[in-house]
C-alpha cells in the first residue's frame, strides 16, 4: 500500500466513526489527531486495531504513545513506510471496521 492509499483508508475509517458520534472534521495528512478530536482515549485502541488490520503487522508496545500518532502524515512515517513491517509481528490483514460497514456488516 502507498501512502495515499494508507491515508485515504485511514481518513475513511476516521470519518466514518466521527459520523457515528455525530461529529465532521475536515481531515487532511497534517490534521492534529488528538488536538482535534479525531482520536480520542477511548478510540486510541480501535484505531490501533484498525491499523495493525490494514497493515497486517501488530504495532510493537513501545510505539503505543500518542506520540506517533499525532498527524497522517507521522502514523504513516512510524509505520506505514515500512518501519512497522520491520519491527512487528506480522499477521493477516482483517477486514476493517470501515470495509465491514460498507459492506452491510457491524
Do not use: C, H
Not at 477511548?42 to 503487522?57: K, P, R, S
Amino acid at each position: 500500500m502507498n501512502k495515499n492509499e494508507f491515508i485515504e483508508q485511514v481518513t475513511s475509517y476516521l470519518n466514518t466513526t466521527l459520523r457515528r458520534k455525530g461529529v465532521t472534521l475536515k481531515l487532511t495528512p497534517e490534521t492534529e489527531l488528538f488536538a482535534t478530536g479525531a482520536i480520542d482515549s477511548l478510540a486510541f485502541a480501535q484505531f490501533v486495531d484498525f491499523l495493525e488490520g490494514e497493515l497486517g503487522a501488530e504495532i510493537p508496545d513501545e510505539k503505543l504513545s500518542v506520540e506517533f500518532f499525532l498527524t497522517l502524515n507521522m502514523v504513516w512515517e512510524n509505520f506505514g513506510a515500512g518501519e512497522a513491517s520491520e519491527t512487528a509481528t506480522q499477521k493477516p490483514r482483517r477486514e476493517a471496521p470501515a470495509e465491514s460497514l460498507a459492506n452491510g456488516r457491524p
